[in-house]
C-alpha cells in the first residue's frame, strides 16, 4: 500500500496561487496578521477587487477602515483574472434589450463605462504602475468570420455606446483570420495582481489598514471574530468581499443558500499564457461570441515576444475528475487554429466565476437582514470591471450616498422567475441535487490507491464515509472528509488545479484541505489512520 503520511500541522506556505503572466505564485505577505481585538468604523473581508476598491472610497471619505485577508492581498480569484476592463456584456446588448428593455440596457451600459473610467481615474491618482494601457475591443464569431453584428450594434446604439461599429479587420494573422467585427473602443487590460498591489497600499496611504493571513471564522452586522480568535467590532458595516459571500454556521449558510448562493451557479473559467511573437498579434481584445466563447488579449513578455492570454472553456466547478477533459488543450487548439504564430505555452490556470441567472452582478445590502452588512458577488467573469462597480455601489451605500446602479445591481432584487417564490438558478439546483444523490449512494467501485499517480487525488468510499484522498509526489497519502464544511455537500477532485471543489456554493480548498475561497471558512476534517 503507498506510504500513509503522519497526521501534520498545517503549512505557513499560502494556498491557492497560481503561476500565470501577473506573477500570483510570487505574492508575497506584505501586511501584519491582526493579532489583538480592534475596532474600525467598517470591516472589509477579503483583499480582491471589490474589497479593496470599496475600502479605498470608504478610507478617502473618513472612515476607519479595517481590510481582513484570509490570505494575503491578490490570493484570491482576482488575482487569477485574465485583466480585462471592458463594457461588454456576457449576455449582450441584444439579450439585455430583449429581457428588461432598453432603459436597463442602458443603465447596465451606463454602469460598466462608469467603472472603467472609476479604473482609471484610481491609477492615475494613486500612481499604480499595473500594466495599464487602453485598446480596443472586438466582438468576433470564430464560426463566421465575416459575421454581420448588426442586432446587436443597434443594442448598443440604444444603450447609449454610439462610438460602437462594425469595421473591417482585413482578415491577416494578426487579428486571427477574422474580416468582420463589432469595434467597442476605449477598453483597457492591465495586470490585476500589480494593480491590487497598488490599491492596498492607497488603502493604506488614505489612513485605512490591512491585516494579511486573518481569515473571519464567523460575522454579525457588528462584530467579527478570526480563526485566531481575535474579536474585531465594525461600528458601522461589515463588507464581505471573498468572491461566494462566506457564511457563519450552519443556519446562516443554509439561509443564504436560498437567499444569495442559490441565486447564482458557480463555474470555472480556463485560461493560458501562450508565447508569440513580439508585435505579430493586434493589441486589442476579442471576444469571441461562438460556443463556447473565448477571450483574447495580450499581456507583456518582455522585449522579445508578447504573452497571448485565451480565456473559456468555462464549465460547472465541482464536476468528477473525469468528466475535465483537456480544457488548456482545447483553448490552445482554438488559438492555434486562429494564429498560427503561436510559440509555447508558458501558462496555465483557472480561476472561478460567479454567475446569477439574469447574468447580472449582486452588490449591495446583504439580502438576509443583518442591518448593516453588504456583499458583492456574481460578476459573471467581468472581474476587475464587476468588482470595481460592486466596491463603488458598496462604498456609497455605506456612506448614505445615491448612486444610479444600486438598483439594479442589488442582491434582494427579485431576478426574473415566478412571482413570490425565491429565484433559484437552474444550475445550481441541478449540481446541488447531483452532489447530494453522490454523498448519499454508496460508492461501490474505489479508485485503487496504488494506482492513484503522484500529486493527485480522487474520492473513495470507507465503510460509511466520503474520504478526500490525495497522494503527494513522494507516494504517501492524506486523507480528509470528502464532506464539504459549509454545507455537506461533496468535494470533488478537480485534476486542473491540483484542489478539491465543491459543486453546490463555490467551497474550494487545496490538495491538503486548506481552505482557499468560501463561502466555507474552514479546512477539510484531516483524516489521518483512515487508510490503514
Not at 470591516?43 to 479595517?66: E, P
Not at 464549465?315 to 509555447?344: C, I, M, N, S
Amino acid at each position: 500500500m503507498a506510504g500513509v503520511a503522519p497526521p501534520q500541522q498545517r503549512s505557513g506556505s499560502l494556498p491557492g496561487l497560481v503561476d500565470n503572466p501577473w506573477k500570483q505564485q510570487q505574492q508575497q505577505m506584505r501586511f501584519d496578521s491582526l493579532d489583538r481585538d480592534a475596532s474600525f468604523d467598517v470591516v472589509v473581508v477579503g483583499a480582491g477587487v471589490v474589497g479593496l476598491t470599496a475600502a479605498l472610497a470608504l478610507a478617502k471619505a473618513g472612515k476607519k477602515v479595517g481590510v481582513l485577508e484570509s490570505r494575503v492581498v491578490a490570493a484570491g480569484q482576482t488575482g487569477r483574472a485574465s485583466g480585462d476592463v471592458t463594457y461588454g456584456n456576457p449576455t449582450t446588448y441584444g439579450k439585455l434589450e430583449s429581457m428588461y428593455g432598453a432603459d436597463k440596457a442602458r443603465l447596465v451600459a451606463q454602469s460598466q463605462v462608469a467603472a472603467l473610467a472609476h479604473v482609471k481615474q484610481i491609477i492615475k491618482e494613486e500612481r499604480i504602475d499595473c500594466s495599464y494601457r487602453e485598446v480596443d475591443g472586438y466582438i468576433i464569431s470564430k464560426s463566421s468570420p465575416s459575421a454581420n453584428f448588426g442586432r446587436e450594434l443597434q443594442a448598443m446604439h440604444n444603450a447609449g455606446l454610439r462610438d460602437c461599429a462594425q469595421v473591417d479587420l482585413e482578415g491577416n494573422q494578426a487579428v486571427g483570420g477574422v474580416k468582420s467585427g463589432l469595434l467597442m473602443p476605449n477598453q483597457a487590460v492591465l495586470n490585476p495582481v500589480e494593480y491590487l498591489n497598488g490599491l492596498a497600499g492607497a488603502v493604506v496611504k488614505a489612513g485605512g489598514q490591512v491585516f494579511e493571513k486573518t481569515r473571519v471564522r464567523k460575522y454579525s452586522s457588528n462584530n467579527l471574530t478570526t480563526m485566531g480568535g481575535q474579536r474585531v467590532a465594525a461600528r458601522q458595516a461589515v463588507v464581505v468581499a471573498t468572491g461566494v459571500p462566506i457564511t457563519s454556521n450552519l443556519v446562516d449558510s443554509a439561509v443564504h443558500a436560498i437567499a444569495l448562493h442559490g441565486k447564482q451557479v458557480v463555474r470555472r473559467r480556463f485560461a493560458i499564457g501562450l508565447k508569440v511573437p513580439k508585435g505579430s498579434v493586434k493589441d486589442a481584445i476579442f471576444y469571441d461570441t461562438a460556443s463556447p466563447p473565448h477571450t483574447v488579449h495580450l499581456a507583456d513578455g518582455g522585449r522579445t515576444h508578447d504573452v497571448m492570454i485565451v480565456g473559456g472553456q468555462d464549465t460547472d466547478q465541482g464536476k468528477k475528475p473525469g468528466e475535465y477533459g483537456d480544457p488548456f488543450g482545447l483553448l490552445e487548439r482554438y488559438a492555434r487554429a486562429r494564429w498560427p504564430q503561436v510559440q509555447e505555452r508558458l501558462h496555465q490556470w483557472s480561476y472561478t466565476i460567479t454567475v446569477p441567472i439574469e447574468k447580472l452582478g449582486m452588490y449591495g445590502q446583504d439580502p438576509v437582514p443583518f442591518s448593516g452588512v453588504y456583499v458583492g458577488t456574481g460578476d459573471c467573469g467581468l472581474v476587475l470591471t464587476g468588482g470595481t462597480l460592486g466596491g463603488t455601489i458598496i462604498a456609497d451605500a455605506v456612506l448614505g450616498r445615491s448612486n444610479p446602479y444600486a438598483d439594479i445591481y442589488s442582491p434582494g432584487r427579485k431576478l426574473r422567475g415566478l412571482p413570490f417564490i425565491p429565484t433559484l438558478h437552474p444550475m445550481y439546483l441541478w449540481n446541488t441535487i447531483q452532489s447530494v444523490v453522490n454523498q448519499v449512494t454508496p460508492q461501490l467501485r474505489n479508485q485503487d490507491i496504488e494506482d492513484l499517480a503522484p500529486d493527485s487525488g480522487c474520492t473513495i468510499q470507507k465503510g460509511l464515509r466520503k474520504v478526500a484522498v490525495y497522494k503527494d509526489p513522494q507516494g504517501q497519502t492524506h486523507a480528509y472528509s470528502a464532506v464539504c464544511p459549509h454545507l455537506g455537500c461533496l468535494l470533488q477532485w478537480n485534476p486542473s488545479d491540483k484542489e478539491w471543489n465543491c459543486p453546490c456554493h463555490g467551497s474550494c480548498f487545496d490538495k491538503k484541505g486548506e481552505n482557499i475561497e468560501g463561502p466555507s471558512t474552514l479546512d477539510l476534517t484531516p483524516l489521518p489512520g483512515v487508510l490503514k
